[in-house]
């Protein structure tokens, strides 16, 4: 590394291109625009994006048009965060964002994500940082005069290469849990949400994907409430065996570095999806004393706060062993819940219905703030069979599917930590390009 020349970045063929500064009106269909709060974890999240008409988006992309392997950096908020520009991603730049693409001269356009990672990057950061008095900021003008140690082509490409199998395997592992929550969601509505098996029996047909056995237990009418013959809505209160929020220790959690994990309302969104970098602590011996809200296997967590007043945007996850942490806990802003009469998997899909998510927005509390309080969630009605083997018939073919995501996410989060330490060491020297791929071969 003492080799490698240290250059600005614009001397190493890195230009910015920076975004329209104005947001445009948000539409019913179109195309995604991409703002801050989708950049995570090195990636960018288009599940929550809004979209912009066909219009807007050319006009927002004729200034900055994202291409394969650009990377987009945040400005403002979180300054010096940057993600990745896929091959396959189509999408127009917010505000505070800007894209930094390589010529490929003196740095590949495949190895510039690396080189933003760094320490050097964030020692850059730091130096040109504008502290604000709401927010801190980088200039566009300064980022180009980031000075980095750039290795030579060689070098670089054997370090993409290296990291980008991992990431690759960790994309991979995130397309799979799609999937596999994608068949169990489908299952699920087709069962208790839009009844096809009850539809299926009063045509005279039989119920898709399912044996006579099973298909024996729906029955064939409607009540006059549309629901299933002898099926019910019932409030989740009497329901459930847990439901408790976790607290944090008097003065907070800011200063805690290490400990235990406490979990907030940001940190997991959905099954196998966790922000590590949201990660909080509580002591160890605070944690062995806490009376409540000790996350076990299996849990579904519901966020319960956030949101623009009058509106609540629900979250729910479910935790599995080991997933998203051995031990962890949860704060103030987190219930916990489980169930003795049905699966947890069963719970979590429950509760992640756009009904489950419409009464929550109904039941929420507060102007400033809106959120949900134990009273309001045990509110919430779920639909349940008359024949519990209805329910043993769904849990079995449901749970794996639930379970595996978070199976695969926790070799993802291996992965990305093997990604994580190689990167500083590949970038120092200290340990070699040979020595890297044989510890990646091993893994993936």
């Known amino acids: 590394m003492a080799s490698w020349e240290v250059m600005a970045l614009e001397d190493a063929g890195v230009e910015l291109l920076d975004c329209v500064h104005k947001t445009p009106p948000a539409a019913d269909h179109g195309l995604p625009y991409i703002a801050i709060p989708q950049m995570q974890n090195g990636e960018i999240d288009f599940s929550a994006a809004r ?15 994202p291409q394969p392997f650009d990377v987009v950096l945040s400005r403002r908020c979180n300054p010096g965060e940057t993600a990745l520009v896929r091959p396959e991603m189509k999408f127009a730049l917010g505000q505070n964002l800007v894209l930094l693409r390589a010529d490929g001269e003196r740095v590949r356009p495949s190895f510039l994500r690396w080189l933003v990672r760094t320490r050097h990057w964030w020692n850059e950061v730091e130096r040109f940082l504008n502290v604000g008095a709401v927010f801190d900021s980088l200039r566009c003008a300064d980022v180009p005069k980031f000075r980095l140690p750039i290795p030579p082509l060689d070098v670089q490409d054997a370090i993409a290469n290296i990291l980008g199998a991992l990431d690759d395997k960790i994309d991979l592992n995130r397309r799979m849990n799609e999937t596999l929550e994608a ?14 098996p009850v539809r299926a029996k009063m045509e005279g047909d039989q119920p898709a994907h399912m044996d006579a056995e099973t298909a024996a237990l729906f029955p064939d009418a409607f009540d006059d409430e549309g629901l299933p013959v002898g099926w019910v809505r019932s409030p989740l209160g009497g329901l459930l065996s847990t439901l408790e ?16 994990p406490s979990v907030g309302a940001e ?28 996350v076990r ?33 949860i704060n103030e802003h987190v219930f916990r819940a489980r169930s003795d009469h049905f699966s947890q998997q069963f719970l979590y899909c429950s509760l992640t219905t756009e009904d489950a998510f419409w009464q929550m927005r109904e039941f929420a509390t507060g102007v400033a703030q809106p959120g949900l ?24 073919l449901i749970g794996p599917a639930i379970d595996g995501c978070n199976i695969i996410a926790l070799q993802s989060k291996t992965l990305g930590e093997l990604r994580d330490l190689l990167l500083p060491k590949l970038m120092s020297g200290e340990i070699r390009v040979r020595e890297a791929e044989e510890l990646v071969e091993a893994v993936t």
């Open 51 to 65: 979209v912009i008409s066909p219009e807007h988006f050319d006009e927002w992309t004729r200034k900055a048009d």
């Open 183 to 196: 068949m169990a969601r489908a299952l699920f509505k087709s069962w208790f949400v839009n009844f096809d």
């Open 245 to 260: 929020t976790g607290k944090r220790p008097r003065g907070g959690v800011a200063n805690i570095s290490k400990g235990v």
């Open 267 to 294: 940190s997991i969104v959905g099954v196998g999806v966790f922000d590590f970098r949201k990660t909080k602590y509580v002591p160890r011996s605070y944690f062995d004393h806490m009376a409540k809200g000790v």
């Open 297 to 329: 296997s299996g849990d579904v967590l519901i966020y319960k706060d956030g949101g623009k007043p009058g509106e609540l945007r629900p979250a729910v996850s479910y935790t599995s062993k080991k997933f998203p942490f051995e031990n962890f806990c």
């Open 373 to 396: 309080n134990q009273y309001a969630l045990k509110s919430i009605k779920i639909t349940l069979p008359n024949d519990t083997r209805i329910l043993q018939a769904c849990e079995e």
